[in-house]
Structures are given as C-alpha cells and as structure tokens.
C-alpha cells in the first residue's frame, strides 16, 4: 500500500462557496511535506489544466497523480447521455496522465441532502427497481468505456447522494459487474451514512479497489443528524478528524485491508472549509494522519 492525500484535506472543493481557497502551489508543497506519495486531482480547474503544467507540478514534488473524484446524477435518466460524456472525459485526462482510477460516485439533490445521514433503511428514500437498474447499468457502461482506456473505475458511497447507506452500497455492487466495478471504500461517509467501515472492508474485500481513509466524530455526526443539518454544514462544524482523532474503528479497517492483500493507494482525507470548519489546520492535520497510518501499519 502507498499513502497518498487530496486536495479536499486542505479545503479544495467542487462546490460553491465551499470555503477559503489556498493556491494550489501551496498545497502542493504541505502534501510533500506531511509525507504523502501522491494526490487525487481534486475540483475541474484546482490543479493546472494544462497537461504539461501538471506533469510538471507534480513531478517536481515526486507526487503521482492517482485518480480522480467524478459525480454523476444517477437519479436524473434525461442526464444520461451527458453523464456518460463527463465520465469519460475525466477518463481519457486520467490515462493521458497515467492515472490509475476514476473515483464515481453518484450525485445528489436537495431531496437527498435532506436525508444525509438518515436515509431510511426500508428502502423509502432510494432508487425504485427501474432506477436501480438505470443507475447500475450507467455505471457499468462507464466502467466498460474506462476500462478500454486503461483506467479502473471504483465506485465511492458518498454523504448526500443517492449511494450512501449500506442497503444503497449493496445494492449497487451487487448490481454491477465486479470486474469492472471496484468499490471505493471510503471510511468517513460509510460511517456518516451509517454503516461501518471495518465491516464493509471484510464483507466486500474483494471490491475494494481504491481507499479513502477518514475519521468521523460521532458526537458532531449525531448533533448534526439530530439538528436536521445538511451535509455541508457538518463538515462546517468539524464531523471529520485527523485520523485517529475521531471515533471509527480505523485500526481495524487497516487490518481487514492488510488481510485481504489490498495492494492499491490509501488517499487520505479530512473534509474541511477553510476559514468555517473551527480549528482546520491543513498542514499539522494531514502529517498527524500520516503519522496515524505509520503507526497502525508501517506503511
């Protein structure tokens, strides 16, 4: 296993007014000095566009580019077409760069933003049979189509999209083709939509293909749930912590991981809003979770 992080850790977001944004220069810099071995690509337009520029900016660091985070709306069936296209697009950047993994998760809406850490287990807030079968099959169209570039494709439960709980999680790996679609085992939203992480790890090991290791605070996880809070004022309020930090069972994930031969990168990540999130300190809390992971498994 190699350790590598992303620009989320330092406040980079996709989403609008996310918070303080830091120059990617920076950000760069503190990922080589915290310890890691590469990064993920982080919002369309964070790290340069321009190919040259980003071999460049990288390579100079010693960091790999390991993948990349892509959302798609599987709710939305008009969208198809134009998912699919995004998709791939974020593919053939990836194997120009020689990345390994597209990171797809699905997309969500306010409808889903309000069920964030509370998506009913009876099945109520998901997908009926027609959706599953649309948001199954559209994943493993774009898994086929990466694959044919040379790209693996792993599939990332998220907080506040419509694959998030554990009924959703195997509902979608069951529904797809284990080939073609690998499970992004990301610790901190299996947690935030209620699952377990270390479980998931041994039930499903051999579709993890990709990691995201983040640790959550319950008591913050449980206010926010309770108080009706969306996902994004969670992580304003400091749901997630520096690993080992927070309250899940990370050791034991790492554990199930090392059992299983998972062989593939540990992105580490903290979601934070720079200038919202209370006591976000990038630098110092991406090289405390570097040090955690040593710690637990000389790695």
């Known amino acids: 296993m190699r350790v590598a992080t992303a620009p989320i850790s330092w406040g980079a977001c996709e989403i ?52 990349a985070f892509h959302a798609v709306p599987l709710h939305d069936l008009e969208r198809r077409r134009e998912a699919t296209s995004a998709a791939l697009a974020t593919a053939r950047l990836l194997a120009e760069l020689g990345a390994p993994m597209l990171v797809l998760a699905a997309d969500g809406d306010p ?59 195997d509902r979608l790996l069951d529904g797809t083709d284990p080939t073609l679609v690998g499970l992004c085992l990301d610790t901190g939203h299996v947690g935030y939509g209620g699952g377990d992480p270390a479980a998931l790890a041994r039930a499903r090991a051999s579709r993890v293909r990709h990691v995201h290791l983040k640790d959550l605070r319950r ?30 069972d990370l050791r034991g994930t790492l554990h199930e991981l090392q059992s299983a031969g998972y062989a593939g990168w540990l992105v580490v990540e903290q979601d934070i809003r720079l200038g919202i999130t209370p006591g976000a300190a990038p630098l110092a809390d991406s090289a405390r979770s570097r040090d955690f992971i040593r710690r637990a498994i000389g790695v």
Request: aromatic fraction near 8%; charged fraction near 25%.
């Open 111 to 169: 409808r889903r933003a309000a069920l964030a850490g509370r998506v009913p287990a009876d099945g109520s807030g998901s997908f009926d049979e027609d959706g599953w079968e649309h948001a199954c099959t559209l994943v493993g169209r774009i898994a086929r189509n990466a694959a044919e570039l040379g790209v693996k494709t792993a599939f990332h439960p998220h907080a506040a999209s419509y694959i998030e709980a554990p009924h959703e999680i």
């Open 219 to 248: 008591k913050v996880h449980a206010d926010a749930v309770a108080r009706g809070l969306d996902f994004r004022d969670a992580v304003g309020e400091g749901v997630f912590a520096p690993l080992g930090d927070g309250d899940l």
């Open 16 to 67: 609008p007014g996310w918070g303080e944004l830091l120059p990617y220069e920076r950000v760069l810099d503190e990922m080589c000095e915290s310890g890691y071995a590469g990064t993920e690509l982080g919002p369309t337009g964070y790290l340069p566009e321009d190919r040259d520029t980003l071999r460049e900016a990288l390579g100079s660091r010693g960091l790999a580019l390991v993948g």
